[in-house]
């Protein structure tokens, strides 16, 4: 359901793979006996009109259902945890003129990196 990177693509505006998403969300989401008839299916049939309407925008991922949005929360704070540091660390090795300058162009720029997806992250925690 994930794909071959095993993760999911976030953008500022929507979830840039949110085919994948919305698929996974439906799967975790559901009862023994929904899924016991998914798997009978071989997923759902023809789900074209419900796709079109699916762009995961950061508006729609707000009108979640309540089960999807806790287990997308959680997911998020697992993710944030990975991380060495949290979003301010962050921010304040980049307002550090000093510190910042003596990183290596490849550390300022994961640096650049880190902070960005964290700043998603923190952003899909708001909305959900």
């Known amino acids: ?5 095993g993760a999911f693509v976030l953008g500022w505006d929507e ?4 085919e994948e998403l919305s698929v996974t969300l439906k799967v975790l989401c559901m009862s023994e006996e929904e899924f016991k008839e998914y798997k009978e ?11 079109e309407n699916s762009v995961l925008s950061n508006e729609a991922l ?13 997911s998020v704070l697992l993710t944030l945890e990975s991380y060495g540091s949290d979003l301010k660390a962050e921010q304040d090795l980049l307002n550090n003129k000093e510190i910042y300058e ?12 880190r902070y960005g997806q964290k700043r998603i992250l923190h952003q899909l925690l708001e909305l959900v």
Request: glycine share 4%; hydrophobic share 25%.
């Open 41 to 51: 299916q071989d997923g759902w049939e023809d789900d074209s009109e419900e796709e």
């Open 102 to 113: 003596k990183l290596s162009r490849r550390e300022q720029q994961a640096l650049h990196v």
């Open 62 to 74: 707000s009108r979640l259902k309540t089960p999807c949005k806790k287990l997308l929360y959680e």
């Open 15 to 18: 979830v840039l793979t949110e």
């Open 1 to 5: 359901m994930v794909g071959e990177e």
